[in-house]
């Protein structure tokens, strides 16, 4: 069974986490989206805090406190904002534990601590313009140099390229990909226009390119030629954490419809008492609840093994479609004044459909689940436990 209630550690990371987002986030959440603006000195705050690096040992800067305390913070930020939950999510998730899983203790002393205290910004170069879905078949490639390497390509559609430090890139070795870390002061790397999106505002969204990029041996991340493992390993992961990010959402879209429902009345009564809106409040409800389920259950069986792609595909699937049906009722209930521009409904469905695209689109983990549960079932006759 998903232990769905936390345990007194994580009870206290959430409360000190909660307090942190009412404190700090919620109020500038408004202006994040609007201006378009990441938050570098509440990202900053949250080093300091210890929030960015919970699954990192303290010998680096970190509390080891594993996945489920980084799912917890997702959460809690993507109630108040889920563009800062997806930059946290590309900064912590995607390249400091990419760094720490696969990096040499030379890469991990001389980076994470950096990462953890939020000194800087870090990123993971996966989606190039002509590879997105089908990743593997990158163009960027890495051609063996005096000592190290030299990278040349370009990735799009990054998240936190426009101001990030660090980068963990992808590229083609040969027949094989490899992983490299690189730095904002390589020479052959230049940054490319951040885009102006719908949704995820002040989540830096951008373009990198790489021009012959000199990287030294002892800046390759695991070994040379097993970039495919390490990408398959962090995207089960990946999938799982940014999860996270639209329960929280969930969970402000369905409070601000019963605060709206309860208070909001058209023909002398609150337009809670009726029963068409009591249906959609019981559907977001039902919806909102077995999301969590999902992604704790998914949390617990992905960290014990990051090849669960079926229980990462299908916690995704799920919550990402249903953190859209939800944002997408809440403004339904909010009726005119929720399609206003001023009101947070409005940013919640823009936000909620990042969702269904990033990490791998709702097409895509529907053909992972189908192909998982054939596969399992010609191998055992069975479905899985
Ligand atoms: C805000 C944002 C942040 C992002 N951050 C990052 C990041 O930090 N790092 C990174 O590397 N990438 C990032 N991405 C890229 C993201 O991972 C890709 O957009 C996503 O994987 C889809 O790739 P694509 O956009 O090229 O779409 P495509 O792969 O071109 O897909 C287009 C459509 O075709 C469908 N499709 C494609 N293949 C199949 C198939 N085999 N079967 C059925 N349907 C199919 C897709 O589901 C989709 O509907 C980000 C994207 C966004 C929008």
Same mark, same amino acid.
């Given at each position: 069974? =998903? ?12 409360? !000190? ?32 805090? @210890? ?40 900064? !912590? ?12 203790? $030379? ?8 990462? &953890? ?7 993971? &170069?996966?989606?190039? =313009? ?12 890495? $051609? ?29 070795? @040969? ?92 023909? @002398? ?25 999902? &992604? ?27 953190? $859209? ?15 206003? !521009? ?17 990490? @791998? ?23 899985? $436990?």
């Amino acid at each position: 069974m =998903p232990q769905t209630v936390d345990t007194e550690t994580e009870s206290m990371l959430r409360e !000190s986490v909660r307090a942190f987002v009412k404190k700090e986030v919620a109020p500038i959440a408004k202006k994040i989206d609007r201006e378009d603006q990441f938050p570098v000195e509440v990202f900053r705050k949250m080093g300091k805090l @210890g929030f960015l690096g919970v699954t990192i040992p303290e010998e680096y800067g970190g509390s080891a406190m594993g996945y489920r305390a980084q799912g917890i913070i997702e959460e809690e930020l993507g109630y108040a904002s889920a563009s800062l939950g997806l930059s946290y999510g590309a900064h !912590s998730n995607l390249c400091m534990d990419s760094i720490y899983r696969n990096g040499s203790p $030379e890469i991990r002393e001389t980076y994470l601590p950096k990462l &953890c205290s939020g000194e800087w910004i870090g990123s993971l &170069c996966l989606t190039e =313009p002509e590879s997105g879905s089908d990743a593997l078949a990158m163009k960027t490639h890495a $051609e063996k140099a005096d000592g190290g390497w030299k990278i040349t390509g370009s990735k799009t559609l990054i998240t936190n390229a426009p101001l990030a430090d660090i980068f963990v890139v992808y590229a083609k070795t @040969g027949d094989s990909l490899s992983a490299f870390v690189a730095l904002a002061t390589d020479s052959g790397l230049s940054r490319g226009k951040k885009f102006d999106k719908m949704g995820m505002r002040g989540s830096p969204t951008g373009e990198l390119f790489f021009d012959s990029m000199y990287i030294p041996d002892n800046r390759t991340l695991g070994a040379i030629g097993v970039g495919k493992d390490i990408i398959m390993s962090g995207l089960n992961l990946e999938r799982v954490i940014l999860s996270f990010i639209f329960i929280g959402l969930a969970r402000r879209g369905i409070e601000m419809s019963v605060q709206y429902a309860s208070s909001r009345k058209q023909g @002398g009564k609150p337009i809670g008492d009726r029963e068409l809106i009591q249906e959609k409040l019981a559907y977001m409800y039902t919806r909102y609840e077995t999301s969590k389920m999902l &992604c704790y259950r998914a949390v617990d069986e992905v960290s014990k093994d990051p090849m669960n792609v079926l229980s990462a595909a299908s916690c995704i699937l799920y919550t990402t479609e249903a953190a $859209e049906y939800i944002a997408r009722e809440a403004l339904q209930i909010w009726g005119g004044m929720g399609y206003v !521009s001023d009101s947070e409904v409005e940013r919640l469905l823009r936000d909620a459909v990042l969702g269904q695209i990033g990490a @791998g689109t709702t097409e895509i983990r529907k053909k992972l689940v189908g192909h998982e549960l054939i596969k399992n079932y010609v191998k055992n006759g069975r479905l899985p $436990e």
